[in-house]
């Protein structure tokens, strides 16, 4: 007991901005307990030193899309808080740090937020990441330092303190730790979620989004051909992959000159282990002629992802394979026919089985058929409402864009054992669809020889 005391006792000498707001020692007795740390500064030197500050070093950078088109955003989301009555949000993933403020943080293992009221929009970014985010942000910047612990949420707090009523955050991204030590940082205030409802808000894109993701889906044709320039006997998936991605960031840089070049990658998997699972990593095997093969262009600008895959073999495909893969393509091409405006995803899902059921492959499919594009990464996005799943009742409507990706995997007890997939990038139209990666498939175009 007196060791508590001890420990509460410091806590009051030493608390943090947060707790020194609270009057009553058994409110700070509650906020230890949810887990905020209020421990005293280590030593003399650390006590002096800030725990947030604004650095504004350079000049704005350029913005990935125009003032029009961000402050867009924003009112569309304010409207959001209107309508469920929210104060003030705290945004922290990757996709909705990025989607209204233009800067895509690198977590590395900090937090990061973005916050927005009526009256303001501001990026929480670490000290290791000095000016950047200020000159990146569409709006302001507040940073908070290592010098005492979590002062993340002091930054919380200093621009959501005030607030009485509802703040949003994102319930499927922040964990139990970081939502009970938000709570603390937010005595006044009653956490909401807000993820969903934004989720719903990136769904349909703007056409300057559309036109970013169509310069990507150019840049990844160009991955594709770089890939098949690579493609030999003997040579190393590695190296393959390290083709593509290296022309697809020069390309990059020739177009977008002004754009951070980051996150750009390429995977080609052979074999039909190694292509078995879409996501299976690069490795170093050495392909081989009749390989079945799965090429991968993934070019990112401004966080925005596009994609192009195919099937591909090297000099030959034995008729067990060019079977099961002529049937893939029919999938894929029935997908097409489907995506219209007014069509449910999951009625698209249901179409493209009944066409794997006519060829008994339905049971080798390895997940949905597609899925919503825009803020989007192998690590970071996914609109879940807008996926091409039996589960998915969403209705298509123009300006949302999906790929197409219907994918099977075949065993190695199966002669055409392997994973097949084809995916394209598709835009939804007034009247119908457009495919804006327009790389070769099938087996006319993709048996290489070389």
């Known amino acids: 007991m007196y060791l508590q005391r001890l420990k509460l006792a410091s806590y009051i000498k030493y ?72 104060n003030g949000v705290l945004f922290t993933s990757y996709h909705n740090v990025n989607y209204y403020s233009d800067y895509m943080y690198c977590n590395f293992g900090r937090p990061y937020g973005l916050v927005v009221t009526q009256d303001k929009v501001v ?20 940073i908070y330092t290592d010098w005492h612990r979590d002062n993340y949420y002091r930054a919380v707090y200093q621009e959501l303190g005030e607030i009485k009523g509802k703040v949003g955050c994102e319930f499927d991204h ?70 593509a991605v290296q022309t697809m960031v020069k390309e990059i840089a020739k177009s977008r000159p002004n754009i951070a070049l980051q996150d750009t990658w390429s995977w080609f998997q052979s074999g039909h282990f190694n292509s078995e699972n879409c996501h299976n990593p690069v490795t170093s095997r050495k392909v081989k002629k009749g390989d079945i093969c799965v090429m991968n262009c993934f070019p990112m600008m401004a966080g925005y992802y596009s994609a192009l895959e195919r099937n591909v073999f090297l000099d030959h495909v034995s008729d067990d394979h060019l079977r099961v893969w002529e049937a893939n393509c029919k999938v894929f091409e029935t997908g097409k026919e489907l995506i219209k405006p007014g069509a449910k995803c999951k009625d698209v899902a249901h179409g493209m089985n009944e066409v794997y059921k006519s060829y008994d492959l339905l049971q080798y499919r390895s997940f949905g058929y597609g899925h919503s594009f825009g803020v989007l990464s192998h690590y970071y996005g996914r609109e879940a409402a807008l996926e091409f799943r039996e589960d998915i009742d969403t209705v298509l409507e123009p300006n949302m864009v999906m790929s197409l990706e219907p994918m099977i995997a075949l065993p190695e007890t199966h002669p055409a054992a392997g994973g097949y997939r084809e995916h394209d990038v598709i835009v939804v139209t007034e009247d119908g669809s457009e495919t804006i990666t327009h790389f070769p498939y099938g087996p006319e175009h993709m048996v290489i020889k070389k």
């Open 174 to 243: 922040i964990n139990l730790d970081s939502f009970k030590k938000l709570q603390t940082a937010l005595p006044a205030s009653t956490v909401v979620d807000i993820g969903h409802s934004a989720m719903y808000l990136r769904t349909v894109k703007s056409n300057e989004e559309i036109a970013l993701i169509k310069e990507g889906a150019r840049i990844a044709d160009i991955g594709g051909g770089a890939i098949i320039e690579a493609l030999a006997e003997g040579v190393g998936e590695h190296e393959i992959a390290l083709h």
């Open 123 to 142: 990026t929480i970014s670490a000290k290791v990441n000095g000016a950047y985010p200020w000159r990146k942000t569409v709006g302001d910047n507040i």
């Open 15 to 86: 608390g943090s901005d947060v707790c020194r707001s609270v009057k009553s020692t058994a409110m700070l007795r509650r906020c230890v307990r949810r887990g905020l740390s209020m421990q005293p500064e280590y030593s003399a030197f650390n006590k002096n030193m800030p725990h947030t500050l604004k650095l504004q070093n350079g000049e704005k950078i350029e913005s990935t899309f125009s003032k029009a088109e961000m402050s867009g955003r924003i009112s569309k989301l304010r409207k959001l808080m209107e309508t469920e009555n929210i």
